[in-house]
């Protein structure tokens, strides 16, 4: 079977792998443009256009899959299978209904839950227990295709979404293979989605990472954990000695959740006098913090460094 591959970031790489390792390589890719990146601002490609390098796969970087350069493409291609996994573009119909096995795609959630950009985040977000895989076929609607295949996973009470994100890419790698080889001797089942049970997870914004010390403890942390790497939990902090706010990340923090937490009344976002910080209920322990324009450090390096003393605060960005 004569697979195209549609995708740009690290997601799909271990299902590239995956591919390879069954004897269905990609006969094409079609990934995003590159991008300048890091301090340099150097372009650097896409992470699936470095994979196709080392591969020797050919491929086409583009920031319009829909133009007629890549229509007349796929055209001459003929493939049987068009397959998207983290592409970051929309798809048009045209393209849709060329492949004579249709149109596939990998998403991160047990769908029809968490529909959109960013599933991972917002399952750990909101404190979801379970979370898993599902491949779907494209349709015009985003995340709406039939659902051919899932897998399951608990999310661990620690997990970041970058730790979620790598353990989702490898329980999709064996899955898909597995779904393909059903699509290709017919005997995948194709089930429709319960579009009354969708729930939506939309992109990031930086902003969503403004913490608010008024909420819990148990929901500050859950938004570090479901926010890092990016747009990460940012917050100011403002010591007493200097007067001088700083801006900072919070990579990793615990919920505190004792009734006598804060048994001086200190105001939301206060460091008691174990330096754990107020939260409008209970109170959290902050593990390691990055400081604007230095590395992650433990909270331990932080207030030393910085001389950190009860009374200071962390308060929400406001802009």
Not at 7 to 22: K, P, Q, V, Y
Request: include cysteine; glycine fraction near 8%; charge should be neutral.
């Amino acid at each position: 079977m004569k697979i195209v591959y549609f995708g740009s970031g690290e997601f799909g790489i271990d299902s590239l792998d995956a591919l390879i390792g069954a004897g269905k390589t990609p006969e094409f890719i079609v990934t995003q443009p590159s991008k300048p990146a890091g301090r340099g601002r150097k372009t650097k490609p896409t992470a699936v256009a470095s994979w196709a390098m080392e591969n020797s796969v050919s491929f086409i970087e583009t920031a319009n899959v829909n133009s007629n350069e890549i229509y007349k493409k796929l055209v001459l291609l003929e493939p049987d299978l068009i397959l998207v996994i983290a592409f970051g573009q929309k798809i048009s119909n045209e393209i849709i209904s060329l492949p004579e096995k249709g149109i596939i795609n990998v998403h991160s959630s047990l769908l029809p839950k968490y529909r959109g950009a960013a599933p991972i985040n917002w399952a750990i977000i909101n404190g979801e227990a379970k979370t898993g895989v599902s491949v779907i076929t494209v349709v015009d609607k985003m995340d709406a295709g039939d659902i051919l295949s899932q897998a399951k996973t608990e999310i661990l009470d620690t997990e970041t979404a970058g730790q979620l994100h790598e353990r989702l890419a490898k329980l999709a790698a064996p899955l898909l293979v597995e779904t393909i080889a059903g699509i290709e001797n017919d005997s995948a089942n194709y089930v429709r989605q319960d579009s009354s049970k969708a729930t939506a997870a939309p992109k990031l914004k930086k902003s969503d990472g403004f913490l608010d010390f008024n909420e819990s403890a148990e929901i500050l942390t859950r938004k570090i954990r479901g926010l890092w790497p990016w747009p990460a939990a940012a917050a100011i902090y403002q010591p007493q000695k200097t007067n001088k706010d700083l801006q900072i990340i919070i990579a990793e923090a615990e919920p505190i959740e004792n009734l006598d937490t804060n048994p001086k009344n200190l105001s939301v976002g206060s460091l008691d006098e174990n330096l754990n910080v107020i939260c409008g209920s209970g109170a959290i322990e902050i593990m390691k913090i990055k400081p604007a324009g230095k590395k992650v450090m433990t909270f331990a390096e932080f207030a030393n460094g910085r001389h950190c003393q009860p009374g200071d605060k962390f308060v929400k960005i406001d802009r």
